[in-house]
């Protein structure tokens, strides 16, 4: 009988062990987890309406912050036209959004793209405002809106998809060109 009281003992005590050993393993990789997670995703920049009129000419701001229009074939998409190798970043904040490889010519008085450089930076929203739905392109960083994404019109680019962005949001760096963020420590300066 004493012997088999030890035996269970020993077995109570051993499964104790084991559980304190799963324990402490599974705390480790929670900490290798977090030492490896990838960073944060975009940081987001937010302002207030007072600085953003500031920062923004009235139409940026009509356009970026009260999801208003420019008018098809302004001086902006001529300009655009006329551009050659670049990027092209957000009027508002600067995030990378979409690069000269994709631009195209859809004759729509809009600057056109059939993709965007860095996905991460330009987020999609259903759009059901004036009685159609669309697909709202809003940059990811400041929630600034940009235009729309079309799809399936038939473009013979690579991807059947056009987005159809206002120039007036995009701030075009040429190739080699001094990209927006030399602007931001002085922007960080300043609060
Ligand atoms: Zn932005």
């Keep these: 009988m004493k012997k088999l009281v030890i035996v269970v003992l020993c077995a109570v ?3 104790l062990i084991a559980t304190s050993i799963a324990q402490e393993n599974a705390k480790k990789e929670v900490m290798k987890t977090q030492e490896t997670a990838p960073a944060a995703p975009t ?12 920062i923004l000419t009235p ?4 356009v970026l912050r009260q999801a ?3 008018p098809a074939h302004s001086a902006v998409y001529k300009q655009f036209k006329e551009q050659g190798g670049g ?3 957000c009027a508002g904040c600067g995030a990378e959004l979409f690069s000269s490889k994709h631009k195209f010519d859809s004759h729509c008085g809009w600057p056109s ?3 965007a450089t860095d996905n991460k930076n330009v987020i999609l929203k259903d759009d059901v405002s004036f009685g159609m739905i669309r697909t709202e392109v809003l940059c990811a960083k400041c ?4 235009g729309h994404l079309f799809k399936g019109e038939g473009f013979d680019t690579p991807k059947d998809q056009r987005y159809c962005i206002n120039g007036v949001t995009l701030l075009f760096v040429p190739e080699g060109g001094k990209t927006p963020e030399a602007k931001a420590p002085a922007e960080e300066g300043k609060q």
């Design 113 to 115: 793209f059939y993709d």
């Design 68 to 70: 208003g229009t420019e």
């Design 59 to 62: 139409e940026q701001y009509r």
């Design 43 to 54: 940081a987001k920049v937010e302002k207030t309406d007072a600085e953003w009129k500031a």
């Design 13 to 15: 005590g051993g499964l």
């Design 87 to 89: 990027t092209y970043f």
């Design 143 to 146: 929630n600034g809106h940009l």
